[in-house]
């Protein structure tokens, strides 16, 4: 069945969107991250405007978050002392990316910016995930499990301003996860992503939070961030399309659940391979559209 | 049951075109001038039909040009590998929606200078730069066909030279496609008859394409109460997360 979609001026097909949105769901529940930086691509390959797909997305994002926040709330798997820290950067740094948005769909570069970030964060991400699993697995199977230091100590811990979050067993500089925040809310405004697959390694690797807290914290913040960037594309820009919104989250909310469902019947790193074995492919798909000629150097944008 | 309808519609504005003085020999209608985009839009095919006061060798031909405004042509170049848009050039009054028909082959039934005049033709259009667009006139044919291959490749502008038919000279149909992405606003209908390259006769129509229902609603919130849209979109996000979880904790 198809539908018009108000805000981006077209039909499409209500099935369809649902099935893309419950496909991205299941992968979000499976892995914990990874439901904007698939969707979005998709969204734009099926023709809807670019504007229109980053904002619908970040609309979307809100729900699955949601709905996952409040799984990993009952089992006690969100620090939100983190979260609240990380939101205020993540809310500053989506209100700047939706400011950085407008100036680039002004000038006509908003396609190049949004396709060039996301070759190189995927590329970037998913070449550490899967060099990370991978190493994991192969340890894994010679059957030695070392446990180093709970973190690493670099420079990034001798900022001022430490905090001591209790949950997380950190006491840390309170300015590092502000600007990973402020960083990673600028992206998500960009690139339509919640910024899951950015915070999350970020939270482990750079912060040395507890992997168990991770998905849970970082879903917190991205419900803000999202929310955030929502009302601020509306407002500014008038690109969120709800009617594509609600139909991939009532896919995606779906997908999430049935997704954690088998959470337990793959294991972890093999989940992360695969991930990151997909991230890696559409990056270079990205990269691939980018250099290649273009059948006609001209295109036409019709202004309203 | 429809083309019965279609027929003594077609009986009707015959009998009342052989009546009519020679000022107005044209008679046309529209089998639909009022089009809403509503949730279940897929585009339109309205049938266009009338009768004219013709010889043999006379020809019609038809153009419907929807609202006029700003369409921006951008040109890629590569920069540093990859392709960028680097040059762009706007348009201040290019139709966003235009359709030429006729029973033959436009070049044969008008010549050039016809043609240039009367503006009929995708490349006769006369579509203005914004002031201080600065081109040589062979760059700025390269930038104009690049804007008529584009549109065309949107299907928002179509050309097709053989979608009129003719009947016993005086009868006359076709069909106007309205894509799914067609804009909103009036369309001005022309049907032209021509005789050995001269405008014998010409009729003029609209048709209004507005959205409607829902989606029109949708679309007027959007644009006049943003904020509040944005805040509502976020809510029932909000809520369908909330209820979902709701719903699987207890299977």
Do not use: C
């Not at chain 1, 100036?103 to 060039?116: E, N, W």
């Not at chain 2, 013709?54 to 031909?61: K, S, V």
């Not at chain 2, 490749?153 to 894509?179: C, G, H, I, M, Q």
């Amino acid at each position: 069945m198809y539908i018009y979609l108000p805000i981006a001026e077209q039909p499409i097909h209500s099935l369809a969107i649902l099935g893309v949105g419950s496909l991205i769901g299941f992968i979000m529940g499976l892995v914990g991250v990874g439901g904007g930086f698939l969707l979005t691509p998709i969204m734009m390959f099926l023709g809807i405007p670019s504007p229109v797909a980053v904002a619908s997305v970040a609309n979307q994002l809100v729900a699955p978050s949601i709905s996952g926040v409040l799984s990993h709330w009952k089992k006690g798997n969100v620090d939100f002392k983190m979260g609240t820290v990380l939101l205020i950067g993540g809310v500053l740094g989506s209100s700047i990316g939706v400011i950085l948005f407008n100036y680039l769909a002004k000038v006509g570069q908003l396609d190049l910016v949004i396709r060039a970030s996301y070759v190189i964060f995927l590329s970037i991400i998913g070449s550490l995930m899967f060099v990370e699993s991978m190493r994991l697995v192969l340890r894994k199977r010679k059957g030695k499990i070392t446990r180093g230091k709970l973190h690493q100590h670099t420079w990034l811990h001798g900022l001022p301003f430490k905090t001591r979050f209790r949950k997380s067993k950190l006491y840390i500089s309170i300015l590092l996860p502000i600007l990973i925040g402020l960083i990673v809310g600028v992206l998500a405004a960009i690139m339509g992503i919640g910024g899951g697959f950015i915070i999350v390694p970020a939270m482990i690797y750079l912060l040395g939070m507890p992997t168990s807290l991770v998905v849970g914290t970082s879903l917190f913040q991205i419900i803000f961030v999202a929310a955030n960037t929502t009302i601020l594309q509306a407002s500014q820009n008038q690109t969120v399309d709800i009617v594509l919104a609600t139909l991939l989250l009532l896919g995606s909310v779906v997908g999430v659940q049935i997704g954690s469902k088998f959470t337990n019947v793959l294991k972890g790193e093999h989940l992360r391979l695969i991930l990151s074995t997909i991230i890696i492919l559409v990056s270079l798909q990205i990269l691939t559209d980018l250099i290649t000629m273009p059948s006609d150097l001209f295109s036409v944008v019709i202004r309203k | 049951m429809k083309n019965a309808f279609q027929i003594i519609l077609l009986l009707f504005v015959y009998t009342y075109s052989s009546n009519s003085s020679a000022e107005n020999n044209l008679v046309a209608d529209l089998s639909q001038d009022n089009v809403k985009i509503s949730t279940n839009f897929l585009g339109a095919k309205i049938l266009l039909f009338g009768a004219y006061d013709g010889i043999q060798g006379d020809d019609i031909i038809v153009v419907v040009s929807g609202p006029k405004g700003l369409v921006t042509v951008q040109k890629k170049e590569k920069v540093l590998g990859v392709w960028v848009n680097t040059k762009k050039i706007n348009y201040i009054n290019a139709p966003k929606y235009l359709h030429i028909a006729s029973n033959r082959d436009i070049n044969e039934i008008l010549n050039y200078k016809t043609r240039k005049i009367s503006e009929i033709g995708l490349n006769n259009l006369n579509v203005r730069m914004q002031p201080g667009e600065n081109i040589s006139t062979k760059e700025e044919e390269t930038w104009r066909k690049a804007l008529t291959r584009n549109m065309l490749k949107s299907k928002l502008w179509s050309l097709d030279e053989n979608s009129v038919k003719l009947n016993k000279n005086a009868l006359f149909r076709t069909y106007v496609a309205l894509p799914s992405n067609v804009p909103t606003g009036i369309f001005n209908v022309k049907i032209l008859h021509y005789r050995n390259n001269k405008l014998i006769s010409k009729e003029r129509s609209t048709i209004n394409v507005s959205k409607s229902g829902m989606s029109a609603e949708i679309y007027n919130i959007a644009q006049n109460y943003s904020t509040l849209y944005g805040i509502f979109a976020v809510l029932l996000a909000v809520l369908i997360g909330w209820i979902t979880n709701i719903i699987f904790r207890k299977i």
